[in-house]
């Protein structure tokens, strides 16, 4: 399994943009499929957006249009471009791979609040 340490969370006003990053370890990063996901206070957590080993991406319907997975696969890393973010994206945000392990990183915190 990968072990991941997530970064890039932060205090946004609503309309505005954040970039997480995952930090990954292993030299099979470049063949997981990978995922972000999220965990709103008192919510279960939700899968967010998955990138397969050879870049294709899903999203889930409410983000469509507004976040960007990526992956640098020389830098064992995973990125979530978050633009437009609104209130409703307030959540502890993790990597995994997809589908997820047990193995879970610290997240990192997304409040999204004028």
């Known amino acids: 399994q990968v072990q991941v340490v997530e970064s890039g969370g932060g205090l946004v006003q609503p309309g505005g943009s954040l970039r997480l990053s995952c930090a990954a370890s292993?030299?099979?990063?470049?063949?997981?499929?990978m995922g972000w996901y999220r965990q709103a206070p008192g919510k279960q957590r939700e899968w967010v957006a998955r990138?397969?080993?050879?870049?294709?991406?899903n999203y889930t319907d409410s983000v469509k249009g507004r976040f960007g997975i990526s992956r640098d696969n020389a830098k064992n890393t995973l990125y979530l471009q978050m633009n437009n973010l609104k209130p409703e994206d307030t959540a502890t945000y993790y990597c995994n791979q997809w589908p997820p392990t047990v193995y879970w990183g610290q997240g990192t915190r997304v409040t999204v609040s004028s």
């Open positions: 990138i397969t080993s050879g870049g294709d991406t």
């Open positions: 292993g030299s099979r990063f470049r063949s997981y499929f």
